[in-house]
């Protein structure tokens, strides 16, 4: 079992940045890579970001990339995602989410609760 805690939500006027922190406890969290995602109001939930289990690979959705940045620590089983150039259009929930499994992030095991980001235009 993986508890996982998300923080550093807010609102941000457009142009601004935000980092969001997703916390971990219970098992080894360097065996999990881990995921943001993030859902809309209306909307489905949709993968913004991953990261591999040594944080070498690092995988990004097309309206995030060369915005975001993800990353993580295991010593702290923490994982970063560094939101820069806000848009009013990515205000959402952010969830942070693991896995064991290998793939393309589309299967979790694990989820938290969220944090909200609002952009304001």
């Known amino acids: 079992q993986?508890?996982?805690?998300e923080s550093g939500g807010g609102l941000v006027q457009a142009g601004g940045s935000l980092?969001?922190?997703?916390?971990?406890?219970?098992?080894?969290?360097?065996?999990y890579r881990m995921g943001w995602f993030r859902q809309a109001p209306g909307k489905e939930r949709e993968f913004v970001s991953g990261i591999s289990r040594a944080?070498?690979?690092?995988?990004?959705?097309d309206p995030v990339k060369g915005r975001f940045t993800i990353s993580?620590?295991?010593?702290?089983?923490?994982v970063?995602?560094?939101?820069?150039?806000?848009?009013?259009?990515?205000?959402?929930?952010?969830?942070?989410?693991?896995?064991?499994?290998?793939?393309?992030?589309s299967?979790?095991?694990?989820?938290?609760?969220?944090?909200?980001?609002t952009v304001s235009s």
Do not use: H
């Open 80 to 105: 970063f995602l560094q939101m820069n150039s806000l848009k009013p259009e990515d205000t959402a929930v952010y969830y942070c989410a693991a896995t064991r499994t290998a793939g393309d992030f």
């Open 72 to 78: 993580r620590d295991n010593a702290q089983s923490t």
């Open 2 to 5: 993986v508890q996982l805690v």
């Open 19 to 31: 980092r969001l922190s997703c916390a971990a406890s219970g098992r080894t969290f360097s065996a």
């Open 55 to 61: 944080g070498i690979s690092t995988y990004y959705a």
């Open 107 to 117: 299967a979790m095991d694990y989820w938290g609760k969220g944090t909200l980001v």
